[in-house]
Nanobody, 118 residues
Framework: QVQLVESGGGLVQAGGSLRLSCAAS????????MGWYRRTPGKERELVAG???????SYADSVKGRFTISRDNAKNTVYLQMNSLKPDDTAVYYC????????????WGQGTQVTVSP
């Protein structure tokens, strides 16, 4: 059974930093593209950062230069380093694992709350 378990969320003041972690199990982690999404009430879930299995990152314009996604295949873990946090970054952050090609698969974590106070 595939599990994605996020951790590292919490309350931080504007300008502060947090690092989210997502530990994966039950899948061949290195085969998957990984991503971090977030959702705020009344809005669609949006892609914050993605990292392909080949190591190519991508970022939403709103977080470029402030957030960094990385992965450790030996630990089956993907990270999101968030710096210079803003109140607009307040959201539930979700980890995603995606496998494309002939045998597609898509998995989600349960989410972790990030709250940035002014």
């Amino acid at each position: 059974q595939v599990q994605l378990v996020e951790s590292g969320g919490g309350l931080v003041q504007a300008g502060g930093s947090l690092r989210l972690s997502c530990a994966a199990s039950g899948l061949i982690f290195s085969f998957y593209d990984m991503g971090w999404y977030r959702r705020t009430p009344g809005k669609e879930r949006e892609l914050v950062a993605g990292l392909t299995r080949g190591g190519s990152p991508s970022y939403a314009d709103s977080v470029k230069g402030r957030f960094t996604i990385s992965r450790d295949n030996a630990k089956n873990t993907v990270y999101l380093q968030m710096n210079s946090l803003k109140p607009d970054d307040t959201a539930v952050y979700y980890c995603n694992a995606h496998l494309g090609g002939l045998h597609t698969a898509n998995y989600w974590g349960q989410g972790t709350q990030v709250t940035v106070s002014p």
